[in-house]
């Protein structure tokens, strides 16, 4: 079986303050594939990125950052220099290989980010 | 097509009717997803398709929903009898469904039961 926990369900920051959203996951198969997206308020799920289970390096895009840990089951995301835009409900989720391609996803972080 | 399309965007039916919920994937995707999402809650797995079979119809909430896709494309979800706690938004997402691909959405159809 495969699990997804975020365990933040709620964070609130001020604009420039940076913040990460803790997800940790929970799988058998060796290959698996992790990914986040965002749900802005108009309700639309936007794909952010995706990782594979051989590539542990972190991913920088912009603001943006992934650091994707084996050892700790963890796929964290870290926005830097925060902006009201960024307000949102993150969700992170997982495919494992020998699921078929069955996408599960945690229960969400709603990030409110203040002017 | 360009993206995932779900029609309609938006559904009222009175309590007791049937409804059907439609899905047009990204054209050559295999995988296929519906998911539910109530009013400031996470997304519900219902079901998924991997070409025309769903493997996993673990997620149905009750015998009152079921879906099919047909040449592996469209999918329909259809919820007969409807209930007041049916009401939601429902999202569909498709994938290439080999190599983890990511998933696509759609805008979703918000359904209101009245």
């Known amino acids: 079986a495969q699990k997804v926990t975020q365990a933040q369900t709620e964070i609130s920051v001020v604009e420039k303050e940076d913040v990460t959203l803790d997800c940790v996951y929970e799988?058998?198969?060796?290959?698996?594939?992790l990914f986040w997206y965002k749900q802005p308020p108009s309700g639309e799920l936007v794909f952010l990125i995706r990782?594979?289970?051989?590539?542990?390096q972190n991913e920088i895009s912009g603001r943006y950052s992934w650091n994707f840990q084996k050892s700790t089951s963890s796929f964290n995301f870290t926005i830097t220099a925060s902006q009201v835009v960024d307000s949102a409900v993150y969700f992170c989720?997982?495919?494992?290989?020998?699921?078929?391609?069955?996408?599960?996803f945690g229960g969400g972080t709603r990030l409110m980010v203040k002017p | 097509g360009a993206g995932v399309s779900q029609s309609p965007s938006n559904k009222v039916t009175e309590k007791g009717k049937d409804v059907e919920l439609r899905c047009d994937p990204i054209s050559g995707h295999t995988a296929l997803y519906w998911y539910r999402q109530s009013l400031g809650q996470g997304l519900e797995f219902l079901i998924y398709?991997?070409?025309?079979?769903?493997?996993?119809k673990s997620g149905l909430p009750s015998d009152r929903f079921s879906a099919e896709r047909t040449g592996g494309s469209v999918s329909t979800l259809t919820i007969q009898r409807t209930q007041q706690e049916d009401s939601a938004v429902y999202l569909c997402?498709?994938?290439?469904?080999?190599?983890?691909?990511?998933?696509?959405f759609g805008q979703g159809t918000r359904l209101t039961v009245v």
């Open positions: 990782r594979n289970s051989f590539d542990e």
């Open positions: 799988t058998r198969d060796t290959t698996y594939y």
């Open positions: 398709f991997q070409g025309n079979s769903a493997p996993d």
């Open positions: 989720a997982l495919m494992g290989r020998n699921a078929g391609n069955m996408l599960t």
């Open positions: 997402a498709s994938s290439k469904g080999e190599g983890g691909g990511e998933a696509f």
